[in-house]
């Protein structure tokens, strides 16, 4: 096999595999109502540990760089998951911060989040997981 054929079948098995994950979890989230945007959002907000976050700081934390954050985050404000408040020292800035409901439904979530990761994963062996975050983490640093 030519090198652009393996690389070309490299990329698509990447994608693939990446797709698959995404729908395997979002089916997951279904029940709780929760897209895995959202979900990323507020594990982006419990992970800052009561400190506010920008809209630019959850965009830039965001595993799809695409997503309308501002229409993510104002469903989670409807679903009283998250809050918004104005900067005590820039009163143009908009602060946001988990609620106790949306660290309650995270505690919830990450249970059956680690169930379905090690699902998605059975098929490789741990010494494979390793490897394989290797090599994601070469990619995803370029």
């Known amino acids: 096999m030519r090198q652009i054929e393996f690389t070309k079948n490299t990329v698509v098995g990447l994608l693939k595999a990446s797709s698959r994950a995404e ?3 979002s089916k997951v989230l279904k029940p709780y109502e929760i897209s895995l ?3 990323n959002v507020l594990r982006i907000l419990r992970g800052r540990k009561e400190k506010p976050a ?3 700081t959850i965009q830039k934390r965001m595993v799809h760089k ?3 954050t501002t ?5 989670l404000i409807e679903k009283f998951l998250v809050e918004r408040k104005t900067s005590e020292e820039n009163r143009r800035k908009i602060e946001l911060i988990i609620t106790p409901k949306g660290k309650s439904m995270l505690s919830e979530l990450d249970l059956v ?3 379905a990761e090690i699902e998605i994963l059975k098929p490789l062996d741990l010494e494979e997981q390793k490897s394989l975050r290797k090599l994601l983490n070469k990619i ?3």
């Open 37 to 39: 945007q959202q979900f």
């Open 23 to 25: 729908d395997f979890l």
């Open 66 to 68: 695409n997503s309308n």
């Open 113 to 115: 989040i680690e169930k």
């Open 140 to 142: 995803n640093l370029n």
């Open 71 to 75: 229409r993510l985050i104002d469903k």
């Open 54 to 56: 920008n809209l630019s």
